[in-house]
């Protein structure tokens, strides 16, 4: 889409930037500016926030889920921790709540419930 003269607007969905046009001719006039959006990946799950949102996804509190943990990796998991591999995961993941992150996830197929 054009408009008259050496003012020019073009429509997309990058971001748009107003800027005041310098030239003395313009009179205040405005051009729109069109700069493309960052490329901005979603940050990958850790081994540790996919195995806790699966365990909750299969119903499990986060205490269970530290116990399960701690016995098959030979190292103690405090229960807090798993709440903040949750909480990391939920805001990785762009979720209102620990129900929605396991749904975004079972969705992606980051996780899986038929183990």
């Known amino acids: 889409m054009h408009a008259a003269g050496r003012d020019h607007l073009s429509l997309s969905p990058e971001r748009l930037a107003l800027d005041a046009d310098p030239s003395p001719s313009a009179r205040g006039a405005a051009r729109v500016i069109l ?4 490329v901005r ?3 990958e799950l850790s081994a ?3 195995a ?3 365990m909750t ?7 269970e889920i530290a116990k399960r943990i701690t016995a098959t990796e030979s190292t103690f998991v405090a ?5 903040s591999c949750q909480r990391r995961a939920i805001g990785k993941l762009g979720g209102r ?3 929605h992150a396991v749904a975004i996830a079972l969705e992606r197929r980051l996780i899986r419930l038929d183990e």
């Open 35 to 38: 700069f493309p959006a960052p």
């Open 41 to 43: 990946r979603a940050p």
């Open 48 to 50: 540790r926030e996919r």
């Open 52 to 54: 806790c949102l699966e």
């Open 57 to 63: 996804a299969h119903g499990l509190e986060p205490g």
């Open 79 to 83: 229960e807090e921790t798993v709440k």
């Open 97 to 99: 709540s620990l129900a």
